[in-house]
């Protein structure tokens, strides 16, 4: 022990004073983007301020416009991008040319325990431990203000042309929404959000300070809190520590370590704690998230060597068998006690609900049922999207495709499963007090009617013609439905790639499954559902275009579902009607396409590519409407003004400025000072 000590002697002893006049006020600035020979001790600080919670500070420091490594030209355009051409109190520069330059802090740790300003003098070291390390960085919010600024100029010039342009101002629509009262997740995750935090770091207000010189006297006053102001050692009970203490803490004693679960969210559960649950628990688990699986499918996310066996006994006890996959019950999915997150519907009317989309959807086929009469919509859909995709004209369809594969390998269990289906099947027609004429199986294609492909011009010129003799005769019935039926299917060609059928049947609640009619929904009324437009399309396309004179296809479509909405089920409009068909109706109806000349950038779809307006109305007002078509087939938008001249020379000086008001009124819509056709305006 004595040949170590004269190997290291002591050299020197310093005592170590902890001063605590300046704890809580002191900070230690950095400036890591100037080197540290370029300081700013020498420059003028014009302004100071600070958020001390956030330990923001931002400084306003001058800078010298007559160095000659200052550029004045790129001064004054900044000062001009930034404060514009008017001198205002608010103005950021106030000689037009940028005098100052902007610091921003940002925290270089968050934890300054370990860091201490240190001064010694006379043998003696003086230690103050630092509020917070800042680093200070150039801010240019001068930027962002000049895009402001430039924005705001865009929009008055904007907003002064559309007020030449416009007589009067468009009325908007004002949807009103009630929020619903938020839960406690809900609140968390809003706290915890981005944008919560900066709502909350701007809310806090600035604390001005005043700049006090290096040489200041009030800095050397200042400078004095730095030593410790009473040298008695009873005051610095945090340096006086016990040779024991003093070991202690350079090393403490290691400390068992608790596994802590990382945190996630509560309906999240990661594989590797799936696999510590017991294997029914893992189970009812996965059906609960997942909804809709193949038995494949669920044994690869079990770990290896699972029991098959016991796999199909626990999962029998949380999911049914539907099409050779299975899907999660309906009390597991609702326990009891519960209600709908939608509606508050309780948890026994969801699991019958369930179970009667279930059974007469998927595992029955039955096509005439109106499923779940007593929920709300919003509930029929969330069951429908759990285990099921909506196909255009075919309804909605079970998500997975039969696992032939497990039906022929568990005969026993599907045999089990199917009289599981009965039983709730039974239970739920007393429930519901079904009728016979529910559980019609859907409509197959009757073998006896023979097919044969007619061309888009043949069937056109068929439906003119069909039309004009109902007109003449309105109580004419083609031959074929008077011999009872027995004629001629059309089957129509295939669609272009560029053209979808419109979905117009519902599989649910109009009266049709997965694409096939329900019984008498066939237009015995005018016998025209293979040969051409039945009355009631016709008259439906007649008011519409009447009333809104110029619509896209895709908006006519949406028209229509609305339409087909609000009718009863089992109405014969509900009948397949196709793009091809419908474009008919129209041109039949003294309609005519626009075909307007859109940009080769344009983002809209074909559907809203095909405008059609009204061409003939049989008022005197048609000429002024059929001008601005014409007009609109060689421009995609134009100025008031065009419209107007245009409307002089082909109809002379006779057009008044009201006139002019109410084609475009009827026809057009405005949008930043230009003209486009309804439906044309991209957002």
Not at 533 to 553: E, G, I, M, N
């Amino acid at each position: 022990m004595a040949s170590g000590e004269d190997d290291d002697p002591v050299v020197q002893e310093i005592d170590v004073y902890l001063a605590k006049s300046l704890v809580d006020k002191l900070y230690l600035f950095q400036y890591p983007v100037r080197p540290s020979s370029m300081s700013y001790d020498d420059a003028t600080h014009l302004s100071a301020k600070i958020k001390p919670k956030q330990q923001k500070v931002e400084l306003e420091v001058a800078l010298d416009t007559m160095s000659p490594n200052y550029c004045r030209s790129k001064g004054e355009q900044i000062a001009l991008n930034v404060d514009g051409t008017s001198f205002e109190d608010s103005s950021t520069y106030s000689i037009k040319m940028m005098d100052k330059q902007t610091f921003s802090s940002i925290q270089a740790t968050t934890n300054t325990s370990r860091y201490a300003a240190a001064i010694f003098r006379k043998g003696e070291l003086h230690l103050t431990p630092l509020q917070g390390i800042l680093q200070m960085r150039p801010s240019f919010s001068y930027l962002d203000k000049a895009d402001n600024k430039h924005r705001e100029r865009e929009a008055a010039n904007e907003a002064g042309d559309s007020s030449q342009d416009e007589a009067e101002d468009d009325v908007k629509q004002i949807t009103v929404r009630f929020s619903r009262p938020e839960s406690e997740q809900a609140r968390q995750r809003r706290v915890q959000s981005y944008e919560f935090l900066q709502k909350k770091q701007a809310e806090e207000p600035w604390v001005l300070l005043h700049y006090h010189g290096l040489k200041d006297s009030r800095s050397e006053h200042e400078r004095q809190y730095l030593y410790c102001q009473s040298m008695a050692g009873s005051d610095n009970t945090e340096l006086v520590k016990t040779p024991g203490e003093y070991l202690s803490m350079l090393m403490p004693p290691v400390s068992e370590e608790k596994a802590v679960m990382p945190m996630g969210p509560s309906n999240v559960l990661s594989m590797a704690q799936l696999r510590t649950l017991p294997l029914g628990d893992q189970v009812k688990t996965l059906m609960k998230n997942v909804k809709v699986m193949p038995f494949a499918n669920l044994m690869g996310l079990l770990a290896s060597g699972t029991d098959c066996t016991a796999v199909l006994r626990c999962i029998q006890q949380v999911a049914m068998l539907v099409q050779g996959n299975w899907v999660v019950k309906s009390d597991v999915l609702y326990p009891k006690n519960s209600c709908s997150p939608h509606s508050g519907v309780p948890s026994e009317v969801l699991c019958r609900g369930r179970d009667l989309v279930v059974i007469f959807g998927f595992v029955r086929g039955y096509g005439t049922l109106r499923v779940a009469r007593q929920l709300p919509p919003e509930d029929v859909k969330d069951f429908l999207e759990q285990m099921s995709a909506s196909r255009i004209n075919r309804g909605w369809e079970f998500l997975l495709p039969s696992d032939t594969d497990f039906i022929k390998k568990h005969p026993d269990v599907v045999q089990r499963q199917n009289m599981l289906w009965l039983g709730i099947q039974s239970k739920l027609e007393k429930v519901f007090n079904f009728k016979k004429e529910d559980f019609a199986a859907k409509k197959e294609p009757q073998p006896g009617i023979s097919l044969r492909h007619v061309s888009g011009e043949q069937r056109l010129k068929a439906a003119r013609e069909n039309a004009a003799s109902l007109r003449k005769e309105p109580g004419a019935r083609l031959p074929s439905q008077q011999r009872g039926g027995a004629g001629v299917q059309v089957k129509q060609e295939p669609l272009s790639d560029s053209e979808e059928p419109m979905d117009t049947c519902s599989a649910l609640t109009n009266g049709s499954l997965n694409g096939y009619d329900s019984p008498g929904l066939s237009d015995g009324h005018n016998g025209q559902s293979a040969a051409g437009p039945s009355h009631d399309l016709q008259d439906f396309v007649s008011a519409t275009f009447r009333k809104h004179f110029v619509l896209t296809l895709s908006e006519v479509k949406r028209l229509f579902n609305l339409h087909l909405a609000s009718l009863p089920p089992g109405h014969r409009l509900f009948s397949s009607i196709s793009d091809r068909l419908l474009q008919d109706t129209i041109l039949l109806s003294n309609c005519k396409q626009i075909f307007v000349p859109f940009p080769p950038q344009t983002v809209t779809t074909a559907d809203e590519q095909k405008v059609f307006a009204l061409w003939d109305s049989g008022e005197t007002f048609d000429k002024y409407r059929q001008v601005v078509y014409e007009v609109f087939m060689k421009n995609y938008r134009v100025r008031r003004t065009v419209v107007q001249t245009r409307l002089g020379q082909e109809l002379g000086a006779n057009v008044t400025k009201a006139d002019v008001d109410r084609v475009l009124k009827e026809c057009c819509v405005s949008c930043g000072g230009m003209w486009y056709l309804k439906g044309t305006a991209q957002s």
